[in-house]
């Protein structure tokens, strides 16, 4: 079984600064996926970011971007240039390949609070 | 994002009755997810549809009733529920797993409140 840790369960950043938030998962597959979802205060989870663990190069979505670090076993989120519409919790997601994407492990989120 | 849509927003019920929770994807995908969001809890996943057929079901009191009419609609009726279901529930949607990274996509979720 996969496991989805993520330490922090709060964060604050002010507006226009730059944050990372930490994600670390176990698993004993070599063909994965991980994501990061964001949720709002709306409640709708949205799909931030994707990578396959194939791919060494970390995948970008304009402001955010993620570290992964394969050996380590470490996925973390970075967002840049913060904005207030960016508070939300965050939540990070294991993918096994070819399983029911609805089967992904969620690690248990990271309330993050951009500040004006 | 409105590919997938879910309805009501918002539900309050008393133990007794019956409801359902309706979710509805635009995206063509064929797996089709409910799950249950509690405060100070992790995401449950509580049951799977792929192509209209219920493949998963996390041993979810039988309360809850799913229904999968065509890959496009999800159900959840609900009856008799506790206090304790109160909850947001998602509902969520995904492309065929086999053919790469499918992520599942959201919908907005649905309030329930049981008094």
């Known amino acids: ?116 | 994002e409105t590919g997938v849509t879910q309805t009501p927003r918002h539900l309050v019920m008393g133990m007794t009755n019956k409801k359902s929770l309706k979710c509805e994807q635009h995206l063509g995908h064929n797996a089709m997810y409910w799950y249950k969001q509690s405060a100070k809890k992790p995401l449950e996943l509580m049951f799977v549809y792929n192509f209209k057929e219920q493949t998963e079901n996390n041993s979810v009191p039988s309360r809850f009733s799913p229904e999968c009419p065509n890959s496009s609609h999800l159900f959840l009726h609900l009856h008799t529920l506790q206090p304790e279901d109160s909850a947001l529930y998602l509902c969520a949607s995904s492309q065929d797993p086999r053919q790469g990274i499918n992520p599942p996509y959201f919908g907005e979720g649905s309030w329930l409140t049981v008094v």
């Not at chain 1, 190069?57 to 989120?77: C, I, P």
């Not at chain 1, 939300?88 to 089967?103: D, L, P, Q, R, S």
Request: glycine share 4%.
């Open chain 1, 1 to 116: 079984a996969q496991t989805v840790t993520q330490s922090q369960p709060e964060m604050s950043v002010q507006e226009a600064e730059t944050v990372t938030l930490s994600c670390t998962y176990d698993t004993s597959e070599s063909n994965y996926y991980l994501f990061w979802y964001k949720q709002p205060p709306s409640r709708q989870m949205i799909l931030v970011i994707r990578q396959e663990a194939y791919k060494q190069q970390n995948a970008t979505e304009n402001r955010f971007s993620v570290n992964f670090q394969k050996a380590a076993k470490s996925f973390s989120l970075k967002i840049s240039d913060s904005q207030l519409g960016d508070t939300a919790m965050y939540f990070c997601a294991f993918m096994k390949h070819g399983t029911n994407a609805g089967k992904s492990t969620f690690g248990d989120g990271t309330t993050l609070t951009v500040k004006p």
